[in-house]
């Protein structure tokens, strides 16, 4: 280990500690302007919301790196409950301050921190160039083969982006809901009528669902989505929704939703569309997105920017969304490192 590395202070990344918050605010938001944009702008109000609101089903492990009193790098993990990985969210060393063991550090300590959570497997998501498309850092894959990952085949997939200034595919407006169904509204929280069908859709990626939802107040209560929504709302999220009805049964057929940070008015995350498998091959996937496309401009006039991701796998949404004008931008690729000999 060389000197800079071996003077690391780690000091956990916890939502009560202000200083070690911040400190880690700053470094994230002023490391964000070295790296190519595959995301919208970091958010401060995201992004503090999201060391106290862990996704659902998930908690989170963190820890700042500093070098005498500055932030030099940090480490974020997302535990998923009864799993035995850590998913690497964020592994950032200043851009100052690389190729001096920072990164190296902060993979150690990723591991003994995943190890003190009883995981056995660190996975990441790995950017990586399209060919042809704009160019990517090829530092991180480097890094993460240097310190011995691998490609795992964990899902690969794409990022895509839809600049409405260039192509605005509800120009035409929203195309007929096929007949028997009816389109239905909603914010950032679901109604209560729609929350475990929303849960289930979501869960189930559409597929028949187990048998154990429940229904009342209690259920929806305690529901996939409702625990969701707290973190959004948590993050100073907004989201919008549309949803498409069923009318002969009144049995939710899909949704789609899409959600906004407070910090940035253009950019608009286009989050899961589903459509139970029942109901699919009426069109309902477009008209779902495009009537939201709709919802959201209403309220939010300035957005322009729209991002997505799909798995390769998901061919049919890929497809939608290139016929929406989403270009694809980059590609993200899975590492794994396995449980290892302290490096
Ligand atoms: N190009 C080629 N090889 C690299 C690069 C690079 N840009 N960066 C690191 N490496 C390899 C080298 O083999 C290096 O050893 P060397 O310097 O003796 O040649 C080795 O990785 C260790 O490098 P460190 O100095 O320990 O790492 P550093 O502090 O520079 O941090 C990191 C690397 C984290 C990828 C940094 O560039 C960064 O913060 N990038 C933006 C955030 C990011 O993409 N993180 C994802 C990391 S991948 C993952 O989490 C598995």
């Not at 990952?149 to 260039?166: I, K, M, N, Y």
């Amino acid at each position: 280990m060389n000197d800079t590395a071996a003077d690391l202070r780690f000091v956990p990344l916890e939502a009560d500690d202000v200083p070690t918050v911040d400190a880690w605010l700053r470094l994230t938001t002023e490391s964000a302007e070295d790296v190519p944009l595959s995301a919208a702008p970091h958010c401060a109000a995201d992004l503090t919301g999201s060391v106290r609101f862990a996704p659902p089903d998930t908690s989170l492990a963190g820890e700042v790196a500093f070098l005498g009193g500055q932030a030099v790098g940090a480490l974020r993990l997302v535990l998923p409950d009864g799993a035995p990985v850590a998913v690497v969210d964020q592994l950032l060393t200043a851009p100052k301050e690389r190729r001096q063991g920072i990164g190296t550090a902060l993979f150690r300590r990723a591991r003994s921190l995943a190890a003190e959570h009883g995981r056995t497997l660190l996975v990441a998501d790995v950017v990586q160039a399209l060919p042809g498309g704009p160019v990517r850092d090829e530092g991180p894959a480097a890094f993460a083969a240097a310190l011995g990952a691998t490609v795992s085949d964990g899902p690969e997939g794409v990022h895509q982006w839809l600049d409405l200034d260039r192509h605005d595919p509800s120009a035409g407006g929203v195309p007929e809901v096929p007949a028997g169904y009816r389109l239905q509204r909603w914010g950032t929280v679901t109604p209560d009528a729609f929350a475990i069908a929303v849960s289930e859709l979501g869960q189930s990626l559409g597929a028949s669902p187990p048998e154990t939802w429940g229904e009342g107040p209690d259920a929806v209560r305690t529901s996939h989505v409702r625990r969701y929504e707290r973190m959004r709302v948590g993050r100073g999220r907004r989201a919008y929704h549309v949803g498409a009805v069923h009318e002969a049964t009144g049995e939710l057929a899909g949704f789609t939703s899409a959600s906004k940070t407070t910090g940035n008015p253009e950019h608009l995350l286009q989050g899961m569309t589903v459509v139970a498998a029942a109901h699919r091959g009426h069109g309902l996937g477009l008209v779902l997105k495009l009537a939201n496309l709709a919802h959201v401009r209403e309220y939010e006039p300035r957005v322009r920017l729209i991002e997505t991701a799909n798995a390769d796998d998901n061919r049919p949404m890929i497809a939608l969304n290139e016929a929406m004008g989403f270009v694809p931008q980059e590609r993200f690729v899975s590492w794994e490192a396995p449980d290892a000999p302290a490096l």
